[in-house]
C-alpha cells in the first residue's frame, strides 16, 4: 500500500512538472510573437506609391522635374529632362531623416542598358554622391555591356558594394531588364549585408582594415571622405537611365 501511494505521488509531480514546461515554452513563444511585431511594426515608408514628400534633389530644394509618381511607382522619366540637365546628375535623396544603422528594402526595374544606384550615409557638400556614399549598384548585367560596348568589372555589376565588395555569384540572382528586382541592404558598424531577390550575396565589415585596405588601393583612393560619414541620407542616382522604384522602407537599427 505504501508503495502504491508513493507511486501515485511522483506521477502527480510529473505531470505538473510536464504542465509547467509547456507554459513557459508557451511564454518564451510568446515573447517571440510580439518581439517579431514590435520589428515590423518598425518599418517606415519613404515610398509608398502615393507621395514624394521628404524627397528631393542632392544640394538642392525641390524634386528635379524628371522624378515623377507613375502608376504607384517613382519613376525616372529622361523624356521629361530640360535642355540643362541632360547628361544626369539629379540624383535625389529622402531629406526629412538622417539614418546610421539601419534595414533598407525596396523594389526596382530598369531597361536594357540600364543604370543606377542607391547610396546612404549621404552627406551635402561641394561633392558628388559616390564620392562620399557607399552604393548598392542597380545595372542591367544582361545586356549593359552589348549596349554600351564596354566591359564591366564584377564590382560594377548589380549587388555590388560599389567599387568595394562584390557578390557571391552562387548566390546571387538577378531580373533581366522590365523585371521588378528585391533589396535590401542591412547596415550595422560590426556588419553590412547586401541582399538580392531573397538571397544574401555579400556581406563585409565597415572600416575594418579589409574595408579600409579596398579603399586605399582601389577607386576610391583619391576619394578621401569616401566612407567617413557614419549617418545621412538615403538617396538614388540619377544616371542618365529611367528607372522604377516602389515599395521603399526602412528601419532603424
Not at 546628375?89 to 536594357?112: M, Q, S, T
Not at 540572382?173 to 521588378?180: H, Q
Amino acid at each position: 500500500m505504501k508503495t502504491h501511494f508513493i507511486l501515485i505521488i511522483s506521477t502527480f509531480l510529473m505531470l505538473n512538472s510536464c504542465k509547467t514546461e509547456k507554459k513557459e515554452v508557451k511564454s518564451e513563444t510568446a515573447i517571440e510573437e510580439t518581439e517579431t511585431t514590435s520589428k515590423t511594426n518598425d518599418w517606415v515608408y519613404l515610398f509608398d506609391g502615393s507621395t514624394t514628400e521628404g524627397w528631393r534633389a542632392y544640394n538642392a530644394e525641390d524634386l528635379p522635374p524628371q522624378w515623377v509618381i507613375e502608376d504607384s511607382t517613382l519613376t525616372f522619366d529622361t523624356e521629361k529632362r530640360t535642355e540643362e540637365n541632360r547628361k544626369g546628375g539629379n540624383d535625389i535623396i529622402y531629406a526629412a531623416e538622417e539614418y546610421d544603422n539601419f534595414e533598407l528594402a525596396w523594389e526596382w526595374k530598369i531597361p536594357e542598358g540600364g543604370n543606377s544606384g542607391m547610396l546612404y550615409h549621404i552627406q551635402e557638400g561641394d561633392w558628388s554622391i559616390p564620392e562620399v556614399s557607399p552604393e548598392y549598384q542597380m545595372l542591367d548585367d544582361f545586356k549593359w555591356e552589348e549596349i554600351n560596348d564596354a566591359i564591366l568589372e564584377e564590382w560594377q555589376k548589380t549587388g555590388a558594394d560599389y567599387a568595394m565588395y562584390i557578390p557571391d555569384p552562387k548566390q546571387k540572382i538577378a531580373k533581366p531588364a522590365g523585371e521588378w528586382n528585391t533589396s535590401r541592404v542591412i547596415f550595422t558598424p560590426e556588419n553590412v549585408e547586401h541582399w538580392l531577390n531573397g538571397k544574401k550575396i555579400l556581406s563585409f565589415v565597415p572600416w575594418s582594415e579589409d574595408w579600409e585596405k579596398r579603399k586605399s588601393d582601389g577607386k576610391w583612393k583619391d576619394s578621401p571622405k569616401y566612407g567617413t560619414f557614419k549617418s545621412g541620407y538615403i538617396g538614388f542616382q540619377d544616371h542618365d537611365s529611367p528607372l522604377w522604384l516602389k515599395n521603399i522602407k526602412i528601419r532603424k537599427l
